[in-house]
């Protein structure tokens, strides 16, 4: 089944950086989301996306909708031990929701 | 006070047999979903259920058989397991004619031996 390109894999930072994300998709999304995932839990929505060109913030966390409709990107700024885990972009264009390959982020102390 | 709950959380099973797995929501959606999380941690739909009625099935084997009782309840049975279906076992909800944001629930970790 199709799965969205998400990059990078993995990250690797300190506390206090600012964290950049992105997925890419050869279709066309009517819907963005970005979800995270903590172990052993199920993913928890963060944010969502209706409209191409969008900006939303949720604190610390910044998703846009890419004006092709075929790509999202989420920021997160000063990040804290907290925001450890995999972060999955979703897109949907029918019923369907497509999920990213996942992002692990991963604070270095 | 669980949103979407699953039951149970592990489940450890020997090739062959057949097993259960519940979820249940009390978000007021009408729609269900389960989903596959494999070890790279891909997330798969399997099925999807709306007012009990099948809207989507991802060329899952005969082997798994979903069944939804009620708007709240999507059940998960799996006949004849094998070992590749160990992944853990996520199910979802949403209102579909909203903005059909999808809930998940904790997981269910199947290991079939």
């Known amino acids: 089944g199709q799965q969205l390109n998400q990059s990078p894999q993995s990250m690797f930072i300190q506390e206090g950086e600012d964290v950049s994300m992105n997925c890419t998709s050869s279709s066309i999304f009517n819907t963005w989301l970005w979800y995270k995932q903590d172990p052993g839990e199920g993913p928890v929505l963060l944010i969502a996306l209706y409209k191409a060109g969008e900006l939303t913030s949720n604190g610390r966390l910044t998703a846009q909708f890419g004006i092709t409709r075929k790509d999202s990107f989420l920021n997160i700024s000063a990040s804290i031990p907290s925001d450890v885990g995999i972060y999955f972009c979703a897109g949907r264009g029918n019923e369907k929701l497509t999920f990213g390959t996942g992002t692990r982020l991963t604070i270095i102390p | ?113």
């Open chain 2, 1 to 113: 006070d669980t949103a979407v709950s699953q039951t149970p959380k592990y489940l450890v099973t020997q090739m062959g047999n057949d097993k259960s797995i519940k979820c249940e929501q009390n978000l007021g959606h009408d729609t269900m979903y389960w989903y596959k999380q494999d070890s790279k941690k891909f997330l798969k739909i399997m099925f999807s259920y709306n007012n009990k009625e099948l809207i989507i099935n991802e060329t899952v084997p005969n082997r798994f058989s979903p069944k939804s009782p009620d708007k709240a309840h999507l059940n998960l049975h799996i006949n004849s397991l094998e070992l590749g279906d160990s992944a853990v076992y996520f199910c979802a909800s949403s209102q579909r004619v909203a903005k059909n944001i999808q809930y998940f629930g904790a997981g269910t970790r199947l290991s079939v031996l």
